[in-house]
């Protein structure tokens, strides 16, 4: 069992769907609308509202769905600019490139440069919306040796993850 997908609210799905495509997903379908009862049920959308969904792949199985609402809702106020929760992380090959390839398409760094942690590199970064994201070159565990250290003596040094 793991992580099945994250639904995020954009603005523009596909100026959204090219920004995840670029750090490696891929549509899984055509991008369904749903409208009128439909939205109401799933969404909870006030009457006369559509939202467009689409579904994208990574290729370890998980996924993001992606969400545009005309209108939005009341209650899909603005992300906060300067929250880093929620987040979003992606594992992927090279950060560098990924940060490289979500810049391209949008993205904007929250950090001024990847950081170390233990073996992993990782940094934060805004998708083209204001959701933010965590990309890593390895697996959350990696992550929680370094954050939490596993049962043994308390660690001679801070317990805060190193940097660069």
């Known amino acids: 069992m793991g992580l099945h997908h994250l639904g995020v609210r954009v603005a523009d799905l596909d100026r959204a769907t090219a920004f995840y495509r670029a ?46 609402f005309d209108p939005l809702p009341q209650w899909c106020g603005p992300p906060d600019p300067a929250a880093r929760l929620p987040h979003l992380g992606i594992r992927v090959d090279d950060v560098d490139a990924a940060l490289a390839a979500a810049e391209a398409a949008g993205g904007r760094r929250l950090w001024p440069e990847p950081s170390h942690w233990g073996p992993l590199r990782v940094i934060y970064l805004a998708d083209p919306d204001g959701t933010v994201l965590e990309l890593l070159d390895g697996p959350l565990v990696e992550v929680a040796k370094v954050i939490v250290p596993r049962r043994g003596p308390a660690p001679a040094a801070s317990a805060q993850p190193p940097t660069s």
């Open 23 to 68: 750090l490696g997903a891929t549509p899984l379908a055509e991008p369904l609308t749903l409208g009128g009862r439909a939205a109401g049920l799933a969404m909870n959308a006030p009457p006369g509202t559509s939202v467009r969904i689409a579904l994208l792949g990574f290729p370890d199985g998980s996924g993001v769905e992606l969400f545009e």
